[in-house]
């Protein structure tokens, strides 16, 4: 008698096709003494074939047990003990988006790499500037901005161009700076630290918030600073706050990084977003059609380096099996990731986030107003509510105070029909989807 795991996947196999079958039902071993009536526990070699059969089959298995059983258990798909465990990641080439290492310089982090919009504009320029007239336009060009917006990218395209000109940069962080003085220190090399440090034509230190409260590091680094500077020998520094904000920061330091030219990075704007990840395909030779990257545009917040993320996850998946990345399988791929995001969204937290989207109040999207713009407002948040929220339609009626579930129901076919006719518009309300999926009550 086959065990009741069996006796499911034997049923399963009739229901699938041949193909997914072969490539992935059959790596599935039911483990029958982990396994209980409420939890089926099912073993795999690799993460990947585990998550794609988490979202594409687990709901069918657990189906199944129900038939035969009468209790729908929870089916976990956990890899194999014995096998070392690998991601969606690792079992591909990696795509060429890797961070730098010690003071070496991303080679694809160059100014034509760099998508410009109005969000980095001025950044962009600024460093452009430096690296044509270095020590010369603005020392230190100090760039900040929030997480992921290329802060570093850009730091790095000014390093790359010199760099070609046979010039000596070098790239460091906060952490790799102190380390290297406490050995140098140690071994009592702090010549050979401050020839490093002192002699070079291009400084670039990221992320300078880290020097808050590090006393010692900081002298060091003032005096750094100024030979450098007294050399006219160009310092890039980023940020993830302004001089003035940056806590823990002794005045002369703050006063020296805003002395050149402060420049921030906002977070990119659709359009940039989207430009951003035909820039990725391109050097990374991934191909999205203009439907996926859309999609994808509107899954990423404002952390470019999610980006990266979605791509290799995407193209491990598609090499895998063999597939083109249509749009349904963009969507279900990256399905977990948004299901993820979307558990605690209420109906308020909507209004708040479209509210702030489209500047009213959000008082103003639950009034009797039909102000065209408080109408669109409402509209929106009425549709998002229903698709993200378990509200039934008469719950809706009542909190939009609406005249009852009709009016639910006819606000839903009106959007649903302009995102139909409407590219752009599909695009909006998705982006607004998934910040609502993003954002936390205030
Ligand atoms: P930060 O240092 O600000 O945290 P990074 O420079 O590490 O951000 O950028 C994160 C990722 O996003 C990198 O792969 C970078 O190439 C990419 N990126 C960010 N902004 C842009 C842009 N405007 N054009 C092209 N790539 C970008
Ligand atoms: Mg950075």
Known sequence: MNSIGKQVLNALKGEINEIDYQRYIKQLTYDETES?????????????IANWIRTKFADKIAHLFEIKTNIKPTVSILIQASSAPTSAQNTTTPLNMERPSGS???????????????SNNFAFIAAKNVSEKP????????????????????????????????KTVIYTSVEQFLNDFTRHLSNRTMDRFKDKY????????????????????????????????NEN??????????????????????SRFESGLVADIQPPELETKIEIIKKKCEINRV?????????????????????????????AYSQLMGV???????????????????SNITTDLIMETVAKELNIKPSEIRSKSRNSNIVYARRIAIYLSRSLTPNSMPQLAQYFGMKDHTAVSHTMKKIQELMKNDEDFRVKIEELSNKVSVATPE
């Open 104 to 118: 070496l310089l991303n080679p694809s982090y160059t100014f034509q790499n760099f998508v410009v919009g109005d």
């Open 324 to 342: 083109d990345i249509t749009i349904e399988f963009a969507r279900n791929v990256l399905k977990e990731q948004m299901a993820e995001k979307r």
């Open 135 to 166: 020590g010369v336009v603005y020392n230190p060009l100090f760039i900040y901005g929030g997480v992921g917006l290329g802060k570093t990218h850009l730091m790095q395209s000014v390093g790359n161009v010199m760099l070609s000109q046979g």
């Open 287 to 315: 191909k999205l059609d203009r439907e996926v990257i859309n999609y994808v545009a509107t899954i990423i917040e404002n952390n470019t380096r999610e980006i990266e993320g979605i791509l290799s996850k995407l193209n």
């Open 36 to 48: 209980k009536s409420n939890l089926a526990i099912f073993r795999v070699p690799n993460a990947l």
């Open 198 to 229: 002192r002699k070079c034509d291009l400084l670039l230190i990221d992320d300078i918030q880290f020097l808050s409260n590090k006393n010692q590091i900081q002298e060091e680094f003032f005096h750094t600073f100024d030979a450098l500077r």
């Open 233 to 254: 020998k160009q310092i890039i520094i980023t940020s993830d706050k302004p001089p003035k904000k940056i806590g823990g920061l002794e005045e002369r330091l703050k």
